[in-house]
């Protein structure tokens, strides 16, 4: 495997294109995605145009399709806005705290017919500019903004890219098929998918 | 560092004074025309122990942010701002004794205390007339009075991160409400009242002490997001129902009603006419019985959305009672037609 320099990303552009390359190739190296995510220093003069906030649920955002190898966007958790369980269809996730601080807490996949409260794994509280990473083998994971006075603010990596995902409810380890929707796209509010989303929150 | 005209942004009515390590506010260098024209003042972020009443020499001001200092008091010099429409003042030492008499009095739309210390809702932040948007969370309160149902004008209330262990019935009355934030709280049952709330969409009770949610809730036609987690719902069909038999009263009653026994008021002292008319019907429709005091507490399970399994609480009028379409009574795979939410009324239900 080829070593690649840790070049830090002086902005989010900066980031975006080193992004692109190391997505040219088919192979993924997750420790390096990582270290690049966290290595660019949260600026919100650069991202506070894709920062649109609702009232109601936290909101997905778009900043780049990643050459269709990925997707990058960023979600806007107002207090406490929480997504439900949730599954990664078989991609990897990446997650790093823009803004504020986000409470992540993994759970087993639940076990074939079994109808009790899902396992839990672990909690942690990231802070500002961490990247957690997860994926499908690793578990399912819920992610909350916790606070009553502050919103957060993360930006997300999927590789490869995925519009459905599994919700669960944590008491039953019922699983449900979810469309996920996007609030706004490259800074534009885009309404009318919004509308229709199925999104278990 | 005082430097203060120098360090604000310039033009569009907006003084932003934020994180300047103020522990006053010295305006003397603020021209008479810039106190005039400013419609936006940042303070968050300084030392401000008390709000100083220079504040209120910028009498245009509409938006005013002293967020994140040690305020414990809000001075009265605040009231003389007559066009304040948004006061944020998050993340500091206030409490239900540091605001001033005539608080209420101010046309403010947008009220934000989350992270202090207040242990009840003042009387005068529930005055506010043109209030749409009133957030209290992260703070001490036990309660929420019945006073709220005079902010007519609520859209949007906050209260997530509190010690409420209850809701008053008087916040159905809200007719605008539209997001209602409950969550982290000491909430052991939501009032059936809260039907009422027409214009409700979201609804988070996440983090309380729930064990199931009365079966008006199906009623919140608009509400799109309503968060579960956290609560002990009762999961399992609760199979002991207890059931204290009727008393010869309730029987004599009950045969009354059901059988449509004619009785007229000179046939019947005052009290058991007032008793006869206390009769409730069986909510369950298959069964035409009635009840008075004698009834039994049934935790049935609502296909919520076609995913989820809400215990939700009715009255039946004895155990015999069953739900028509279950063979089995004690199953909790069952689906209630009379109970089913077209999927449709409720998209997203934050259980997780």
């Known amino acids: 495997m080829e070593q690649t320099e840790v070049v830090k990303p002086e902005t989010l552009e900066d980031l975006i294109k080193i992004l692109h390359k190391i997505f040219e190739s088919d192979c993924i190296n997750v420790e390096e995605v990582q270290n690049i995510m966290e290595a660019y220093e949260s600026n919100p003069n650069e991202w506070m145009k894709y920062a649109m906030f609702d009232q109601y649920r936290y909101t997905r955002n778009l900043v780049d399709e990643g050459n269709g190898k990925f997707n990058l966007m960023i979600l806007c958790w107002g207090e406490g806005h929480g997504s439900s369980i949730h599954d990664h269809t078989d991609s990897h996730c990446f997650m790093k705290l823009l803004q504020g601080q986000l409470k992540e807490t993994l759970f087993e996949w639940p076990e074939g017919k079994s109808q009790g409260d899902m396992v839990q794994k672990s909690q942690r509280i990231l802070q500002e500019n961490k990247v957690a990473y997860i994926n499908d083998s690793i578990g399912l994971h819920r992610v909350e903004n916790v606070s009553h006075t502050e919103g957060a603010v993360s930006l997300h990596l999927y590789s490869p890219p995925f519009d459905t995902c599994q919700t669960f409810d944590q008491r039953t380890g019922h699983k449900n098929r979810v469309k996920m929707t996007f609030w706004s796209k490259y800074g534009d509010r885009t309404p009318f998918e919004t509308t229709v989303s199925q999104e278990n929150n | ?352």
Do not use: W
């Open chain 2, 1 to 352: 560092m005082e430097n203060q005209e120098g360090a604000a942004a310039v033009g569009d009515g907006v003084l932003d004074f934020s994180r300047l390590s103020l522990s006053t506010l010295n305006v003397d260098s603020i021209s008479d025309e810039r106190k005039r024209d400013t419609r936006l003042l940042h303070l968050n972020y300084n030392r401000l122990a008390s709000l100083p009443s220079s504040v209120s020499l910028f009498f245009n001001l509409e938006f005013l942010d002293i967020s994140n200092n040690g305020l414990s008091a809000i001075c009265e010099g605040i009231t003389r701002l007559s066009k304040l429409k948004t006061l944020i003042a998050k993340n500091n030492r206030l409490d239900e004794f540091s605001l001033p008499k005539e608080f209420g009095c101010l046309p403010l739309e947008v009220l934000n205390f989350s992270g202090n210390r207040f242990e009840e809702i003042p009387l005068q932040c529930v005055k506010l007339p043109r209030l749409q948007s009133l957030s209290i969370g992260g703070n001490r309160l036990k309660s929420i009075p019945a006073e709220i149902e005079n902010l007519t004008s609520l859209e949007m209330l906050y209260l997530g991160g509190n010690l409420i262990s209850a809701i008053p019935p008087e916040v159905a009355n809200l007719p605008y409400l539209s997001y209602l934030v409950l969550c982290d709280n000491r909430i052991q049952s939501v009032p059936p009242q809260l039907t009422r709330l027409h214009s409700l969409r979201s609804l988070s009770l996440h983090n309380n002490l729930l064990t199931y949610l009365p079966r008006e809730i199906l009623s919140l036609v608009h509400l799109q997001e309503l968060s579960l987690r956290g609560n002990p719902l009762v999961v399992r069909f609760v199979k002991e129902m207890t059931y204290d038999p009727p008393s010869l009263l309730e029987l004599a009653g009950r045969t009354i009603k059901s059988r449509n026994i004619p009785y007229y008021p000179q046939d019947l002292p005052s009290n058991l006419l007032r008793y006869l008319d206390l009769a409730s019907k069986c909510p369950n429709p298959k069964c035409a019985g009635v009840y008075f005091d004698s009834c039994v507490r049934h935790i049935k399970f609502v296909d919520f959305c076609g995913k989820y399994r809400l215990p939700l609480m009715h009255y039946l009028c004895s155990p015999e009672c069953t739900s028509p379409c279950s063979s089995n009574p004690q199953s909790d795979a069952e689906s209630e037609d009379e109970n089913s939410v077209p999927t449709d009324r409720l998209q997203r239900v934050l259980l997780g």
